[in-house]
């Protein structure tokens, strides 16, 4: 099912991977209350399997509001025996792949919308 915000033409630059790593690694910081976790930082050691949801959760809710793109979460990603960077890396590939989707979307859109106009 489509995101329904949908991005905009205005809307900010798509993240690059270390930005985009960093700001899953804040949100698990701040969720854990731990400093020590860095990139290669087991993600089964992130708290229970609920901690980890609720990270995941935060972050989606998160990047969508930022970025206005949907970003899809995968259930097993929950379970996964990986390091963060791992988890941060199926994330943002996903998270690429929509928000390239949706400007090419907005484009189009845009087209349409000056075509009806004329």
């Known amino acids: 099912m489509p995101f329904e915000g949908g991005i905009s033409l205005s809307a900010p630059k ?11 690694i804040a949100v698990i910081k701040e969720h854990i209350r731990q400093e020590a976790v860095d990139p290669f930082y087991p993600w089964l050691q992130v708290g229970d399997e609920s901690t980890r949801e ?4 935060i972050f989606k809710n998160q990047m969508e509001s930022t970025y206005g793109v949907e970003l899809v979460v995968e259930p097993h ?3 996964l025996d ?8 199926q994330l943002h590939h996903v998270f690429n792949t929509v928000f390239l989707m949706e400007q090419i979307n907005a484009k189009i859109r845009a087209k349409l919308k000056r075509g009806q106009v004329k």
């Not at 690059?16 to 790593?21: A, G, L, T, V």
């Not at 990986?82 to 890396?89: K, L, N, Q, T």
């Open 54 to 57: 609720a990270i995941l959760h």
């Open 77 to 79: 990603l929950v379970s």
């Open 14 to 24: 798509r993240p690059d991977f270390e930005q985009f790593r960093d700001a899953l």
């Open 82 to 89: 990986r390091p963060v960077e791992s988890i941060a890396i």
